[in-house]
């Protein structure tokens, strides 16, 4: 299945961590993955993403044709060092995010992973995407919001409203 999408990842837990970035052709996928790629991201594929699955978990890579190379829109299309593929931990969709969304998620060939909208250029937007792999892309340990609803105690000295 070929996605018209980015992959970016970071290495977390001993292993590449891999955010499909989804959104409409000039919604800032790019813009997104050039700013995560200064802070410690490493591009997998840029504009299309092919995706597969194997032993219950999805990856993505580039086509051959765009492998290595990212669009910096204004500029041109720039080479830039890639992974070959990575798994795909999270998925973030471009739009204008819900102050405190319900717990999402999108299924690509049947699998589902976790999903965030954020608004792409936004200078938080690379820090907040960071965090959210931190907290819902890692599988097991669940969102950080999961945590609250189950009736987590507060730390010492924090709000317990």
């Given at each position: 299945m070929i996605?018209?999408?980015?992959?970016?990842?970071?290495?977390?837990g001993g292993r590449w961590r891999g955010v499909l970035?989804?959104?409409a052709s000039g919604?800032?996928?790019?813009?997104?993955?050039?700013?995560?790629l200064d802070r410690g991201f490493r591009l997998v594929a840029d504009d299309r993403v092919t995706l597969w699955t194997s032993g219950g978990r999805l990856y993505g890579r580039a086509p051959e044709t765009l492998a290595g190379r990212i669009e910096a829109r204004g500029l041109d299309v720039v080479a830039e060092p890639a992974l070959a593929w990575s798994g795909v931990d999270l998925a973030v969709r471009c739009g204008t995010p819900e102050r405190i969304p319900e717990r999402a998620f999108v299924t690509h060939l049947g699998l589902s992973v976790p999903l965030i909208m954020l608004a792409p250029l936004e200078s938080s937007a690379p820090v907040k995407l960071s965090r959210a792999l931190q907290h819902l892309g890692g599988g097991q340990e669940g969102a950080y919001l999961g945590g609250l609803a189950a009736g987590v105690s507060p730390p010492p000295g924090g709000d317990s409203r």
């Amino acid at each position: 299945m070929i996605l018209h999408a980015g992959l970016i990842a970071a290495f977390r837990g001993g292993r590449w961590r891999g955010v499909l970035i989804e959104g409409a052709s000039g919604a800032g996928k790019s813009d997104l993955a050039l700013r995560c790629l200064d802070r410690g991201f490493r591009l997998v594929a840029d504009d299309r993403v092919t995706l597969w699955t194997s032993g219950g978990r999805l990856y993505g890579r580039a086509p051959e044709t765009l492998a290595g190379r990212i669009e910096a829109r204004g500029l041109d299309v720039v080479a830039e060092p890639a992974l070959a593929w990575s798994g795909v931990d999270l998925a973030v969709r471009c739009g204008t995010p819900e102050r405190i969304p319900e717990r999402a998620f999108v299924t690509h060939l049947g699998l589902s992973v976790p999903l965030i909208m954020l608004a792409p250029l936004e200078s938080s937007a690379p820090v907040k995407l960071s965090r959210a792999l931190q907290h819902l892309g890692g599988g097991q340990e669940g969102a950080y919001l999961g945590g609250l609803a189950a009736g987590v105690s507060p730390p010492p000295g924090g709000d317990s409203r």
